[in-house]
C-alpha cells in the first residue's frame, strides 16, 4: 500500500558528505513515522535514523550521532537523510522504512516497521 525509493547513493570520500532522498506514495506521507536502516555485507540490519509525522521528534543510532540528519518534506512526500563526515564503516546499503503503528515515537527496530524500499548503495573510501 505505501511505495519507497531511495536515492542519492554513491561513492565519497571519508569526511564527505552525501544526501539521501526517499519518496513515498500510496497513502498520505504525514500519517506515518519513516526511518532509514542500513546494512554493510555480513552484518544484520542496523538502525540510522527516524523522525516522527511532523518531523519535530527524531531518533538516532549510537554510530552516527552527530553525523547524520533525519528530515522530511510532507508536501513532496520524502524523507531525508543528510551524511555528513562519512567514515569508511558507513559503507553499506541504506534503506527508508516507514512505521505504519507509530505517529509520535520513532521506533528503533526493524521489526516495528511496515513498508521498505529496495535501498541504496553508500560507498565510503578511506
Known amino acids: 500500500q505505501v511505495q519507497l525509493g531511495e536515492s542519492g547513493g554513491g561513492l565519497v570520500q571519508a569526511g564527505g558528505s552525501l544526501r539521501l532522498s526517499c519518496a513515498a506514495s500510496?497513502?498520505?506521507?504525514?500519517?506515518?513515522?519513516m526511518g532509514w536502516f542500513r546494512q554493510a555485507p555480513g552484518k544484520e540490519r542496523e538502525f540510522v535514523a527516524a523522525v516522527n509525522l511532523s518531523g519535530g521528534v527524531t531518533a538516532y543510532g549510537d554510530s552516527v550521532k552527530g553525523r547524520f540528519t533525519i528530515s522530511r518534506d510532507n508536501a513532496k512526500n520524502t524523507v531525508y537523510l543528510q551524511m555528513n563526515n562519512l567514515k569508511p564503516e558507513d559503507t553499506a546499503v541504506y534503506y527508508c522504512?516507514?512505521?505504519?503503528?507509530?505517529?509520535?515515537?520513532?521506533?528503533?527496530?526493524?521489526?516495528?516497521?511496515?513498508?521498505w524500499g529496495q535501498g541504496t548503495q553508500v560507498t565510503v573510501s578511506s
Open positions: 500510496g497513502r498520505t506521507f504525514s500519517s506515518y513515522v
Open positions: 522504512a516507514v512505521d505504519d503503528d507509530r505517529s509520535w515515537y520513532p521506533g528503533t527496530y526493524p521489526y516495528q516497521y511496515d513498508y
